[in-house]
T-cell receptor, first 110, second 116 residues
């Protein structure tokens, strides 16, 4: 069974701190997506990772993909309150189907 | 209008009602999707339409009936729903080609459905 697992499911962190969200998946794929969802809002695309070793950065967020380890990470640097949201990873395959992880609820405390 | 729009944004219905959710994408994409987002569960893919043809149906109960009249519009017709069908229903679109599976999906704001 194809599984996409994120951890932690909930992350409370202080402003200014660094942390990493992990996304593990159970089958080979070279496409991994990260999305952000604010409460009551839709999903916003953050990163598209298309190959092994891909690394992308936008502001305080950096995403990477290791297809051999079947692992993607979303690293948060010097967190600020505006980053509070739920973050989802999603695995792409040979079709246009995405399998989403359970999500990580991030709460950045002042 | 830009991006992906959905109407209504909120819907409350009884188990015997019939209603429809509407999605419209203004991105020129050729694939559209319905997802269900329930509390404490991963997003569940329900239906995929590519070039107006349904290519995916993830064992969704027949009380949910999708319709894609053209590449810009997607409907989800609802009838005799159950309380456990209460959820956020998200529509998404992407551009698919025969040679590229880049398929970044763009999501609408969702319809919050409550079944009484």
């Amino acid at each position: 069974e194809l599984k996409v697992e994120q951890n932690p499911l909930f992350l409370s962190m202080q402003e200014g701190k660094n942390y990493t969200i992990y996304c593990n998946y159970s089958t080979t794929s070279d496409r991994l997506y990260w999305y952000r969802q604010d409460p009551g809002k839709s999903l916003e695309s953050l990163f598209v990772l298309l190959s092994n070793g891909a690394v992308k950065q936008e502001g305080r967020l950096m995403a990477s993909l290791d297809t051999k380890a079947r692992l993607s990470t979303l690293h948060i640097t010097a967190a600020v309150h505006d980053l509070s949201a739920t973050y989802f990873c999603a695995l792409g395959g040979a079709t246009n189907k995405l399998i989403f992880g359970t999500g990580t609820l991030l709460a950045v405390q002042p | 209008e830009t991006g992906v729009t959905q109407t209504p944004r909120h819907l409350v219905m009884g188990m015997t009602n019939k209603k429809s959710l509407k999605c419209e994408q203004h991105l020129g994409h050729n694939a559209m999707y319905w997802y269900k987002q329930s509390a404490k569960k991963p997003l569940e893919l329900m239906f995929v339409y590519s070039l107006e043809e349904r290519v995916e149906n993830n064992s969704v109960p027949s009380r949910f009936s999708p319709e894609c009249p053209n590449s810009s519009h997607l409907f989800l017709h609802l009838h005799t729903l159950q309380p456990e069908d209460s959820a956020l229903y998200l529509c998404a679109s992407s551009q698919e080609t025969l040679t590229s599976f880049y398929n970044e999906q763009f999501f609408g704001p969702g319809t919050r459905l409550t079944v009484l």
